[in-house]
């Protein structure tokens, strides 16, 4: 059983910064792969990058591809997503996902355990 607890939104005008947190419970948290995703109002969520456990290998959604970097500290059992240049297109509840997995680590069917998610507003 994994929990995870994200933090690190809120408000920013366009072109500032953010750092989201995705913190984990388990001992086992570095065979996790971690991943992130995304809802703004009115449209399904998506993905915006994603952190293999087995390879460390990162991967990200065009819209964010230069602009968001995703990293982990296996002895914080933390993964964060460092958002950069963002727009107001960036808005959003960001949520952290963690299987272990490592195929399909873009694809929300392949995460079992979710956090509550964070709001991300970004202001033009």
């Known amino acids: 059983q994994v929990q995870l607890v994200e933090s690190g939104g809120g408000l920013v005008q366009a072109g500032g910064s953010l750092r989201l947190s995705c913190a984990a419970s388990g001992r086992t948290f570095s065979r996790y792969t971690v991943g992130w995703f995304r809802q703004a109002p009115g449209k399904e969520r998506e993905f915006v990058a994603a952190?293999?456990?087995?390879?460390?290998?990162?991967f990200y959604a065009d819209s964010v591809e230069e602009r968001f970097t995703i990293s982990r500290d296996n002895a914080k059992n933390t993964v964060y997503l460092q958002m950069n240049s963002l727009k107001p297109t960036d808005t959003g509840i960001y949520s952290c996902a963690a299987d272990s997995v490592r195929f399909g680590v873009t694809l929300m069917p392949s995460y079992q355990y979710w956090g509550q998610g964070t709001q991300v507003t970004v202001s033009s």
């Open positions: 952190i293999r456990w087995s390879d460390s290998s990162t």
